[in-house]
């Protein structure tokens, strides 16, 4: 069943992982459904240079895997120059981060003001400003590679990917021309930082409902706006909040309620930001609470226009996020890395299990880091290609993916290393702690959520004989064209591939 992923060597496949086993159901029903991915203009996955400088043809030695590179291909979005340029760059940036000493910014759970400088100053908090405000305007295909790079830093790499995929990419879309020229300049500079605010006390990114308790009244020709604002991104070092806040208007019908993203500068009076959470994931990221006290802005603060927040808010997260699955890619890469140097260092050889279980882990990782590093490329490429379209579905989907291959990664790396693999203030310690919130960052979740209420719970809910009740939708949720993409995109039989049933029944029903 995997040969289509992967062909055995000198020996028979020995065990796998059960997500090794659905790659094939999951890469085959993408293929099958979505008709552009067999356009001319396709390339082999191994035509992408590899950031990580991992060579899956090494596996090859152990005489255990012989990869398919053929399944796997994308549509080709950047010239020979735009590659060369860019791996230029991605060396740059491995050896700062090197320099950085980025182990310490793991033990120490703090990114410094001169880490953040450093960042600004390889170009990081630029990459999709458009040129013409001092930005880099790399596409999809490009900030995957750069961010799989990031990946050995997951704390850095979350840093630069919530300001730039999300604050930048807003500002950028939606925000008025005055807007555009007033902030970009400066963020491209590394001179500002942006940080969305929409999260409060008691809500999840699940629910759109839950963060709209912010307040913006209106008094003639501003608004006063008060609230407080919870895991506010890199609110230590933003200089502008973009915050999400709900305020009453008049139509025909009589009042009604609107969401609408302001732009608010810290140095507001009435704005405080607090001290950074205390955690134990992604440590050197800071998520701060921000209080909004009777602050006062004007109309021209209005980002994506009055009445538009939740709208602004989806659009910007659904084209958005796919770095993560990068990141997701370089860390099992990463494990890989780690295993074959405790191979070669004599006193942990010693000490570790026999080499045939060492070999199989190697062959089991690198296989989920070739199927999500694919998945990567795969939904940045057709973002980048196919530029305007909804690649909602294609996106999620590799998020999925990701974020399950990656304990199953973790796993595995365990089973063959034992308890020489945990390092406190290592790289390994930093990723088991990670692992399990990557989908907690991840607001498209909510898109996933709707997606297993339509399409896939009714299907789980007739096989375990229970009565279905869905959550009610917002007003503006197109759930017909959702439905549409969703079946478009082989949805229904990805998620049966990758046995998220098991997932669906205990998050939805408590039980499987």
């Given at each position: ?76 979005v950047l010239t020979v120059d735009e590659w060369i340029e860019l791996v230029g760059r991605g060396e740059v940036i491995e050896s700062e981060l090197n320099d950085m000493d980025y182990n310490k910014v793991l033990s120490t759970s ?52 919530e300001s730039e995929e999300m604050g930048v990419m807003l500002l950028k879309k939606f925000g008025t021309l005055e807007q555009k020229e007033t902030y970009l300049p400066r963020l491209a500079k590394g001179q500002s930082f942006v940080s969305m605010a929409f999260l409060e006390p008691g809500s999840t990114m699940l629910d759109a409902n839950s963060y709209r308790k ?299």
């Open positions: 069943m995997l040969n289509a992923l992967f062909r055995s060597g000198r020996t028979v496949l020995p065990r796998c992982s059960g997500i090794l086993v659905r790659c094939e159901s999951t890469i085959r029903s993408l293929q099958e459904d979505l008709p552009a991915v067999r356009s001319p203009e396709l390339l082999p996955a191994t035509d992408y240079p590899d950031p990580c400088n991992f060579n899956y043809t090494a596996i090859m030695d152990w005489g255990l895997y012989k990869f398919d590179a053929d399944l796997f291909k994308f549509h080709e703090e990114i410094t003001t001169k880490v953040m400088e450093r960042i600004s100053q390889l170009g990081l908090f630029k990459l999709r400003i458009p040129t013409e405000y001092g930005g880099l305007d790399y596409n999809d295909t490009a900030c995957a590679y750069l961010h799989e790079i990031l990946g050995i830093c997951p704390s850095i790499a979350r840093v630069v990917g912010t307040n913006a009244k209106q008094v003639g020709d501003k608004f006063i706006i008060t609230g407080r604002k919870h895991w506010v991104y890199n609110a230590k070092f933003a200089d502008v909040f973009l915050v999400f806040a709900t305020h009453t208007a008049q139509d025909d019908t009589g009042p009604i309620q609107l969401e609408t993203i302001f732009l608010i500068d810290k140095n507001t009076e009435g704005v405080r930001v607090h001290s950074p959470v205390k955690k134990t994931w992604f440590r050197g990221l800071d998520l701060c609470e921000v209080i909004f006290d009777e602050v006062e802005v004007g109309f021209d603060r209005i980002v994506g226009g009055m009445g538009n927040g939740f709208k602004v808010l989806r659009e910007v997260i659904k084209q958005n996020r796919t770095s993560t699955v990068s990141e997701c890619s370089a860390a099992m890469k990463r494990l890989v890395h780690d295993i074959t140097h405790r191979i070669k260092d004599d006193n942990y050889a010693k000490s570790l299990p026999a080499l045939r279980h060492i070999e199989v882990a190697l062959g089991e990782i690198s296989c989920l880091a070739y199927a999500v590093e694919t998945l990567a490329y795969y939904g940045a490429s057709r973002n980048d290609f196919y530029a305007g379209a909804d690649m909602t579905i294609e996106t999620w989907l590799a998020k999925i993916f990701a974020y399950q291959a990656l304990p199953d990664a973790i796993q595995i790396y365990f089973n063959a290393i034992g308890k020489h693999g945990f390092n406190p203030g290592t790289f390994v310690e930093e990723l088991v702690l990670n692992a399990h919130y990557y989908p907690v960052l991840d607001d498209s979740i909510y898109d996933l959520k709707l997606a297993l209420m339509y399409e896939i719970i009714p299907y789980i809910a007739k096989q375990l004989g229970t009565k279905l009740k869905l959550t009610k939708l917002p007003q503006d949720y197109p759930v017909e064209s959702f439905q549409l993409r969703l079946r478009q995109a082989g949805a229904l039989t990805f998620v049966r591939g990758l046995g998220l049933e098991e997932y669906v029944c205990l998050n939805v029903f408590g039980r499987c």
